[in-house]
């Protein structure tokens, strides 16, 4: 089964629109208020309150694992067609210059709003932002997912320069099954919460290197690469297998997930429903690649709307937090009721997401990649010249 010959799959635009959205909902909607250590919740004045709304905000977070299972397909068929260089510039331009734009628009806000922060820290967080620091503090706690992603695209990246595109599917299944057994492991253990081993795991869960590592996320990625590879490669059998063991991986770590938000909140989460939501926007992804041909044949119109809306995850994703909480405190201190408030937050962030998708970010795309081709064509002047001289 092959999806359409040109491999771009307008269905994933929609559904990584869905999922920042749905990220979007949680953050602003529950976390502003559920936990009010958090950036959020700073950056709003903790002023919006929506207790009410305990039907699905709340669980909104999953859509961060649908990111990790759309990386695993995309950034591998991106590697899969690149060189080296050409993949470290197409995730450079991809990921850097909205960065640099989201993060200066969110010390902004933090400077605008009185959240306590002092000048010199948030500065310090703007730097740790735009300069890709693996380890907080961000200027906006979302940027944690930053740090994993660069790490699967490290993996990709060694894979290319050393020639073992063939070793993707193999290495990215073992990534994927360390990672399971760790979600079973901490299943198992989760059952005595009083034990060492319990103790042990929690560190795991709670470490910054275990996710840098991919132990934690590693079954998400997995899942993408799988997907991948039963679609545009060689599909098999083994894949359904693969793909099963990895949905039971997803959902323990969707359900560890829940005690997390549980012991920062004080919350009780059933973790079903986070994981039905990741396993129906999972169902979407499948119907998706598989009738790919079929999307391609929509009007132009939709075709360019579900591109546009891709195009604007990003931002979006880099934006709802901080930026879209201070816009959701200073609404609700104006005394506008919080349904309206939250309401145009998020009408101003996507607003500003699409002019940034449009505009501002395309605009430093095009200079950043004129600055690598001009650095490329002096090396390869220099390295001729080099060899002219001395041909022996």
């Known amino acids: 089964m092959k999806v359409h010959q040109a491999q771009y799959v ?25 936990f009010p250590a958090g950036q959020i919740a700073l950056a709003s004045h903790g002023v919006a309150d929506f207790q009410d709304w305990d039907t699905f905000a709340p669980f ?18 991106s590697a899969e067609r690149s060189s080296p260089y050409k993949f470290f510039v197409s995730r450079f331009t991809r990921l850097v210059p909205a960065v640099w734009i989201c993060a200066t628009i969110a010390l902004l806000a933090w400077l605008l709003v009185d959240s306590g922060m002092r000048p010199l820290s948030l500065f310090a967080m703007y730097v740790r932002s735009v300069a890709f620091f693996p380890t907080g ?7 944690w997912t930053l740090g994993v992603e660069i790490c699967f695209y490290a993996l ?15 290495l990215m299944c073992g990534i994927g099954l360390i990672s399971t ?14 034990s ?7 560190r795991v869960q709670w470490s910054r290197l275990a996710q840098l590592l991919l132990i934690q996320h590693g079954v998400f990625f997995a899942f993408g690469v799988l997907l991948w590879s039963h679609f545009l490669k060689k599909a098999s059998r083994a894949h359904f297998a693969w793909l099963a063991l990895f949905a039971v991986g997803g959902c323990l770590q969707i359900a560890g997930e829940s005690v997390l938000k549980l012991e920062k909140t004080g919350m009780s989460f059933s973790p079903l429903t986070p994981c039905l939501i990741w396993l129906s926007a999972m169902l979407f992804f499948w119907i998706v690649v598989a009738n790919n ?28 937090s901080v930026t879209g909480g201070a816009l959701l405190g200073v609404f609700v201190e104006w005394g506008i009721p919080t349904g309206m408030a939250l309401a145009g937050s ?31 064509a002096r090396w390869q002047a220099t390295h001729h010249g080099a060899e002219v001289r001395d041909p022996g």
């Open 60 to 77: 909104g977070w999953a859509g961060v694992q649908i990111f990790f299972v759309i990386s695993g397909f995309v950034i591998v068929v």
């Open 293 to 320: 041909a079929r999307v391609q044949q929509l009007p132009g119109w939709c075709l360019q709307l579900l591109r546009r809306l891709g195009l604007m995850t990003y931002p979006l994703y880099l934006l709802h």
């Open 346 to 376: 998020v009408t101003l962030v996507l607003a500003l997401s699409w002019w940034i998708s449009k505009v501002p970010e395309p605009a430093l795309q095009n200079s950043t990649r004129a600055l690598f081709a001009a650095l490329q």
């Open 156 to 170: 990709m990246f060694v894979l290319l320069t050393i020639d073992r595109q063939r070793w993707i599917k193999p």
């Open 10 to 34: 307008p269905g994933l635009d929609l559904l990584r629109f869905f999922a920042a959205c749905i990220v979007m909902v949680f953050h602003l909607a529950f976390w502003s208020w559920a």
């Open 196 to 202: 060492a081993v319990f103790e042990l795991f929690s």
């Open 181 to 194: 057994l760790f979600w079973i492991g901490y299943t198992l253990a989760a059952q005595d919460k009083d």
């Open 137 to 143: 503090a961000w200027i906006d706690s979302v940027y």
